[in-house]
């Protein structure tokens, strides 16, 4: 029995301790927010971030409070769709040069290229060093400058200017008579004051 004119304090304290399959059921803290610096971004694969354009974007990230996930998640959705429409924009124009080449008439006749026009500038680019011209031809398939018409048509003038005509074909020697009419050889014919 308690005696009514004395006071007893009882405290109970809750439980500080978890049982395990508390722990299980949490979930894990996800960082709301901008953070102080966001880390590096991570670039989808065969492209190369500006980065110029994610240091003026990161003011941006932080006004709008992005998390670094949802940043991220930016980052590669404007360099997949930027790449695409590059990518789309180039092979349009490549497009657009061949089919100028094939209506050039210095080029091509009956929307076909002449059948000269590869091989003699092809000639003219084996005259270079061989080092020199494996690069020059990567260079022309890789910018696409190989589709450009007026890339082609003043390679192809150079190359007929620095390549060698084709092999003529002679006959044998020429025969070759005096006014005398006595058969003379070749060198007599030339040279006819020698004896």
């Known amino acids: 029995m308690k005696n009514a004119n004395s006071t007893t ?17 949490k979930k894990p803290e ?24 994610i240091a003026s974007a990161i ?20 360099a997949k769709s930027g790449t695409t429409a590059a990518q789309t924009a180039y092979d349009e124009i490549r497009s657009d ?17 002449k059948p000269d026009v590869q091989p003699t500038i092809a000639k003219a680019i084996d005259t270079l060093p061989k080092e020199l011209g494996t690069e020059f031809r990567n260079v022309m398939n890789t910018t696409g400058v190989g589709d450009n018409p ?24 020429v025969e070759v008579k005096a006014p005398d009419a006595k058969p003379t050889s070749v060198a007599s014919a030339m040279y006819p004051n020698l004896k």
Do not use: C, I
């Open 30 to 53: 996800t960082p709301t927010g901008a953070p102080e610096t966001y880390a590096d971004f991570k670039a989808p694969e065969g492209v190369t971030l500006d980065k110029d354009a």
């Open 150 to 173: 007026a890339f082609v048509k003043a390679m192809y003038k150079f190359a007929q200017a620095l390549t060698e005509g084709t092999h003529v074909s002679g006959k044998g020697p």
């Open 97 to 113: 040069w061949r089919k100028a080449v094939l209506a050039d008439p210095d080029l091509s006749t009956g929307g076909k290229l």
């Open 59 to 78: 003011p941006v990230f932080k006004e709008l409070n992005l998390t670094q996930e949802q940043a991220q998640k930016l980052v590669e959705f404007q």
């Open 9 to 25: 304090t009882e405290t109970t304290t809750p439980s500080t301790t978890e049982t395990p399959a508390d722990d299980k059921n």
